[in-house]
């Protein structure tokens, strides 16, 4: 019972810490991920706040899941539905109340800190997908449409970001919005996943010392 309530409240911090990392991101300002600058793109245009957005986006992938499942639906799969609205919290706090105090002038900075964003980012998912109590909305929705048409989860995963940068763009372009898909995004695209990698590998054999996994 206790290892359980550890790795609910690990689970919990490490929710907590993507959704800082990706506030901070939000405010460098030089390009963020191709989910997160569909959410800005379009929370931008219709003057709504990015974590609330990017809320809805999350839940709107649980009903997908749904749609899709039907009978085979799982109650514990709406446990999604928490998470969309923690991590929406988290943003909208970081981003509209705490760092909205902190202005930085230097470009370079602003990559820094775009970077320490992806490494915490990176850590808290490698986190959260080692101790596999619960996934993320938009992960978990690729994965039961790869089983539905028979295609590879990556490839579906791959395709979502790339249709997610297209709007992105669009969005941008034809409502004359601020350009969400910069440098930043093919910075952490190349760093997030050998981040992942890594922090996997450190976390499973101390996580498996302790007795959080097996």
Known sequence: MMKAIQRVIIVAISMIMTGVGASMALKAAVGVGAWDALSQSISGVIDMKVGTFSMMMNISCVLIQLFLLKKEFKLKTLTQILVAILLGYVVNFMFYDVFARFTIHSYW???????????????????????????????????????????????????????????????????????????????????????????MKMMIPRLKKVGLID
């Open 109 to 199: 900075a602003n990559i820094v800190l775009l970077i320490v964003s992806c490494v915490i980012c990176a850590g808290a998912v490698s986190m959260i997908m080692t101790i596999n109590l619960i996934t993320f909305p938009l992960e978990s929705c690729c994965m039961v449409i790869s089983k539905k048409i028979n295609k590879n989860f990556g490839a579906i995963r791959q395709f979502v970001d790339i249709l997610s940068i297209v709007v992105a763009l669009g969005v941008s372009f034809f409502f004359n919005q601020c350009i969400t898909v910069r440098e930043g995004t093919v910075i952490m695209m190349l760093l997030f996943g050998p981040l992942l990698n890594v922090f």
